[in-house]
């Protein structure tokens, strides 16, 4: 079992940033995939980055290409979303998961934590 705590949300403006942590007790993540998904009020959850155990592979969806950047300290027991050039339709909750394949389908990721409220404004 592992429990994964998100941190790093609140309000911003458009054009803002802003750097998510999630954060690992019970167990180490270097064993695991690293995924990062969100989901807007009334609406489905959507992918948005993962990463592999050693940071050496990224992935992406389309919508925040070029702006969100995933990264990882395993010696930390941590993995980042930096987020840049945020746009009110970035607005959601984001969560942090583990998986032990590489994908950007959430239902392979069986561990998740509790989310972290991100909202822009315009």
């Known amino acids: 079992q592992v429990q994964l705590v998100e941190s790093g949300g609140g309000l911003v403006q458009a054009g803002g940033s802003l750097r998510l942590s999630c954060a690992a007790s019970g167990r180490t993540l270097s064993s695991y995939v690293m995924g990062w998904f969100r989901q807007a009020a009334g609406k489905e959850r959507e992918s948005v980055a993962a990463i592999t155990q050693g940071g050496g592979i990224t992935l992406y969806v389309d919508s925040v290409k070029g702006r969100f950047t995933v990264s990882r300290d395993n010696a930390k027991n941590t993995v980042y979303l930096q987020m840049n050039s945020l746009k009110p339709e970035d607005t959601a909750v984001y969560y942090c998961?583990?998986?032990?394949?590489?994908?950007?389908?959430?239902?392979?990721?069986?561990?998740w934590g509790q989310g972290t409220q991100v909202t822009v404004s315009s």
């Open positions: 998961a583990a998986s032990s394949v590489i994908s950007l389908r959430d239902n392979v990721y069986y561990y």
